[in-house]
């Protein structure tokens, strides 16, 4: 491309960016802004979610029809609730997760989920003939003449008589429609109080069967044929998870993570501008268009925002500054090495993508295997990672790349003194002492062990501090209005017996968080409730969350999270090995993700802290992240090996390590920048997702740099090697004692 046709496409990126930004905050025409085109999740829009568990020995095929079944009747009554955007879906084999956001009533939306429908059939004139309880059976079925599907019904004996009296009678033409659109020769079925269908009756029917014609597709007839099986649930449900959420909490959550978010983004531009100069511009231009564009590709894929989906955004912000920062690394030592600006560009970025393409592909397996085996809040976060993984090497590779061009290529702009090159042709930033990680790797090693040991015996003597979504039980948190003394509401819900965990939460302590292991279904939290509301003088409205755990979904949710670290460390192992063409850059990787993973647990084992859902998301993201940073030095190492002439393995790891650790330092501390404002200013949901992965990050780094690497040395040298170089420190300090001996003589 020709230096005319790049600045072209340059100016093209900039009104982009502007004009992205401007619609994306204010929107005009029939582009809506942002705010108004974006779904919000339960925890911010507030709402109903409620998951429930069939009770039921059927398995298989007929276990998944069952389900459907289920599944379409409450997709049915939900709809007619009147909420924007309900959502109904199977989780599992035996599970339906129904979201309600909007709703107030908990209570109410839940008893509708789950109580009996009513199936009745009508004349045209309104009056009911018979109801669910008369239908035997109703299935699919092929209709001949138009050459589309049916449905055919069975009733039972007095079902029969009493469908061919009203059939005979509708037939006759004698009854006057009082519905517009519906024929006076019709029965009209009816599912809770809504006409599912009123077909034409064209002859009395007798025998207690019949089929219901229409040119109905097949899906058409089997959701009919669904409903109408469904006059009662074909299954039935228990509670097992619920959750009531107040709008007012999750807005206020939500301003405060837009605020941390534009706060966070602000420091990275500063950072990369000041660390980079010239190239930190093209930074700053590529990660302002990677913000737009995965914003507008979440609200183009109708994705629902979560606040742990708002932590994914931002968090994939910090992350999306390392490719940039692999780059301009390498586009520096470049530089050093004596090439011109406009060479050593054309160089770094060839020699840059191998790295970027691996380090963030390792990555993003493990975000893929959070997205498949997560939760519904782990999912939006998962989501929204992938989706910025993506956007951010598109970013790095053609935008950054485009502007460093353009920039080596100018006469003014080109100097060396842009690029963070010094007079005396050393970068800013630039670790010039000459480090031994591998010399005392051993001192590392017992740092790490300390750690384990410690989180070891806080674990085994006081146990995890496992949440409800563990070991299962209810949450109920209210706004009093002022602060009431916790024992005073301990006194107030004494008789329920429930041993709880009442904390202070909010704005001067005004709310309380009622938690339980025990597991309170739906009437038995309002009565807890009411019991507030009549002592304390609240009322339901100042509920501002509700939640219940069922034991089966934390045991779920533990299993869930084993397998998804196995499946995600036997992916990455795979990939590595395809890619560096050898196990011991594998072994080593997948030994310090494991040993991130424990030190994570340990801060949790140690610090008492918390193990509820997001400790599974911060765990498999610590070991996205933990393998990314890896994966970096790693291939710095690959690269020397192949084509440092001097040196033993020793000393080649060190230099690797050393090239490449200004990159390793302003990657984590970008991501620990836009975490630490979400850490201050956003709500508690967030803080439980952004804690362990801040753990994890500084875990990753720390692992990366002198676990991963000298676990490499271990498996790389060879035990003839081991003993040589043993042999030649062993004469070493012979030769310096003797040395010392003579001069004090």
């Not at 035997?136 to 008589?161: M, P, Q, R």
């Not at 025998?207 to 959701?223: D, K, L, R």
């Not at 660390?275 to 995965?294: C, E, Q, S, T, W």
């Not at 043993?726 to 310096?736: P, R, T």
Request: with cysteine; net charge negative.
């Amino acid at each position: 491309m020709n230096y005319k046709l790049k600045r072209v496409f340059a100016v093209l990126f900039v009104i982009i960016i502007v004009a992205g930004w401007y619609l994306t905050l204010v929107g005009a025409g029939p582009i809506q802004p942002l705010k108004d085109r974006m779904k919000l999740g339960l925890d911010v829009k507030g709402g109903v979610y409620v998951v429930m568990e069939a009770k039921t020995d059927l398995k298989g095929d007929d276990l998944r029809e069952a389900m459907e079944q289920t599944q379409a009747v409450i997709e049915e009554r939900v709809n007619q609730m009147g909420l924007a955007e309900p959502v109904v879906t199977i989780e599992g084999e035996k599970r339906i997760r129904v979201e309600l956001p909007g709703a107030e009533d908990a209570q109410e939306a839940i008893d509708q989920i789950g109580r009996t429908a009513q199936l009745q059939f009508a004349l045209a004139d309104g009056t009911i003939v018979l109801d669910g309880g008369n239908v035997k059976d109703a299935t699919i079925a092929t209709d001949n003449e138009s050459a589309g599907y049916a449905v055919a019904l069975e009733f039972d004996s007095e079902g029969s008589d009493l469908f061919h009296q009203a059939t005979s009678q509708a037939y006759s033409g004698a009854v006057t429609s009082a519905i517009e659109g519906v024929d006076n020769k019709a029965i009209m079925i009816i599912l809770d109080g809504q006409i599912i269908s009123a077909p034409r009756v064209n002859e009395p029917i007798s025998g207690g069967q019949c089929s219901i014609t229409g040119g109905f597709s097949q899906e058409e007839a089997s959701n009919l044929a669904a409903l109408i099986r469904g006059g009662a649930l074909p299954l039935e449900l228990e509670e097992i998870n619920s959750s009531v959420q107040s709008a007012k909490i999750g807005y206020n959550a939500l301003e405060m993570s837009v605020y941390a978010g534009i706060i966070g983004l602000a420091i990275i531009l500063i950072i990369m501008l000041v660390a980079y100069r010239a190239m930190g511009i093209a930074a700053d231009l590529a990660l302002l268009l990677y913000v737009i564009i995965v914003l507008n590709i979440m609200s183009a894929m109708g994705s629902v925002l979560t606040l742990p989906g708002i932590a994914g955004i931002i968090l994939s912000v910090g992350m999306a500054v390392d490719a940039n920062v692999v780059i301009f690394s390498r586009i520096r030592e470049e530089i050093e090495s004596g090439k011109t600006v406009r060479v050593a560009v054309q160089t770094g970025f060839k020699r840059a993508m191998k790295t970027v393409v691996d380090s963030q592909v390792t990555t993003l397996i493990a975000a893929v295997i959070l997205y498949q085996i997560g939760t519904s809040a782990v999912k939006g976060f998962a989501f929204t990672f992938m989706i910025g993984i993506i956007v951010s090497i598109f970013t790095a590779v053609v935008v950054t790349q485009l502007y460093v061009g353009i920039i080596s290529e100018s006469r003014k702009f080109s100097k060396r003194s842009f690029f963070g090159i010094r007079a005396d042709n050393t970068a800013v930033f630039t670790i010039r002492k000459e480090l031994h990680f591998i010399r005392h790797r051993k001192v590392f090693y017992i740092i790490s062990v300390i750690i384990l040991v410690a989180g070891l015996v806080f674990g085994l003597v006081r146990g995890l501090n496992y949440g409800i979504d563990f070991t299962g039980g209810t949450m109920i948190q209210m706004d009093m209005g002022k602060q009431v003394k916790v024992t005073d509401v301990e006194k107030a819900i004494k008789k329920y017996d429930l041993s709880p965990e009442i904390i202070y939460s909010g704005e001067d302590n005004e709310q309380i968080v009622i938690r339980t292991i025990e597991s309170l279904d739906s009437d038995k939290r309002a009565e807890v409730i009411e019991t507030i509301n009549q002592e304390f003088g609240t009322t339901d409205d100042d509920v501002v969350a509700e939640e219940l755990f069922g034991p089966s979904v934390g045991k779920e949710l533990r299993n869930n999270a084993i397998l998804a670290i196995l499946i995600a460390s036997i992916c990455m192992l795979i990939y590595i090995r395809f890619r560096f063409s050898q196990w011991k850059f594998g072994g080593a990787a997948l030994l310090g993700v494991v040993h991130d993973v424990l030190i994570v647990i340990a801060f949790y084992a140690i610090f008492n802290v918390t193990v509820n859902n997001p400790f599974i998301a911060g765990i498999l993201t610590v070991v996205g992240y933990s393998i990314n940073d890896t994966i970096v030095i790693f291939d710095r190492i690959r690269e020397n090996i192949r084509y440092l002439r001097k040196g033993n393995t020793e000393e080649i790891i060190d230099k690797s390590i050393t090239q490449t650790l200004g990159r390793s330092l302003m990657t984590s501390v970008t991501t620990l920048i836009v975490m630490v404002p979400l850490l201050i200013m956003a709500g508690e949901a967030i803080r439980e997702f952004v804690l362990p992965l801040m753990v994890g990050v500084i875990a990753g780094a720390y692992s990366s740099i002198t676990i991963c690497s000298p676990l490499y040395y271990e498996f790389a040298r060879p035990a003839s090697v081991s003993k040589y170089e043993k042999e030649v420190k062993k004469n070493k300090k012979k030769n310096k004692k003797l040395k010392n001996d003579e001069e004090k003589k």
